[in-house]
């Protein structure tokens, strides 16, 4: 993320680092609370209720879910378009995967809360912008509510979820990049120079939306 040495990378670089720091510290304190109230250290077998609470809110850091997003648009305005494809697609999987394995005992009340909360402020809020990443950003926590709020009841439908948002996400910061377009205004003055390039993006927005 730091790599271009601009202040505003050297930002989100720090943020990222710092959130992720804080949910992994809360992910060994949940496992740490769950083995010193039951003996056991295995992390998909969790039985006490407050280890289930902090496992919830770690995963839901980690993932950039409201009301733990703020982080997730600034790091990914602060970063190119490739590294910001990386952190959309690549760096959601190992949250993903720890949330599939341990599904069964994470809180119910608060994973719902959480997936309903992300779902509706993550199309809200993208509303009101003209950073393409930021919009892509917003996106993201959208799509994550609706994955969050059915893995409860089919975990495999999460992970398909996932690689078909994957998949489209990453056609349009391939595009993007391709194009150099950062802004609303460039996208509109971008069809120009490749109509092709552009028809597709516009399908594959269509798609990302479920139209």
């Known amino acids: 993320i730091s790599k271009s040495h601009h202040p505003r990378a ?10 992720q720091a804080a949910a992994s ?15 056991q250290w295995d992390i998909t077998q969790l039985t006490h209720p407050t280890s289930c609470l902090i496992l919830t809110s770690a995963l839901a850091i980690k ?31 190992p949250p993903i995967a720890l949330l599939y394995m341990t599904s069964p005992s ?26 393409i ?8 926590i959208s799509h994550l509510g609706w994955m969050v709020i059915i893995i409860a009841y089919s975990p495999k439908l999460t992970l398909l979820n996932f690689y078909l948002y994957a998949m489209m996400t990453t056609t349009v910061f391939l595009t993007l990049n391709t194009t150099k377009t ?26 990302l939306a479920r139209l």
Not at 25 to 39: E, I, P, R
């Open 10 to 19: 050297v930002e989100a670089a720090t943020k990222y680092f710092l959130t």
């Open 25 to 39: 510290a809360l992910v060994l304190f949940s496992s740490m609370t769950n083995a010193w109230q039951t003996g």
């Open 63 to 93: 993932l950039g879910l409201v009301p733990f997003h703020f982080w997730f648009p600034e790091v990914l305005q602060g970063s190119p378009l490739t590294t910001g494809l990386l952190l959309s697609t690549i760096m959601k999987l």
């Open 106 to 131: 994470l809180n119910p009340t608060l994973l719902t809360t959480l997936a309903i909360l992300s779902t509706a402020l993550g199309g809200w809020m993208g509303l009101n912008q003209t950073q």
């Open 133 to 140: 990443r930021k919009i892509l950003a917003f996106s993201s």
């Open 182 to 207: 950062l802004k609303l205004s460039t996208l509109m003055t971008a069809w120009t120079k490749t109509p092709p390039l552009n028809a597709m993006l516009l399908l594959t927005l269509l798609s």
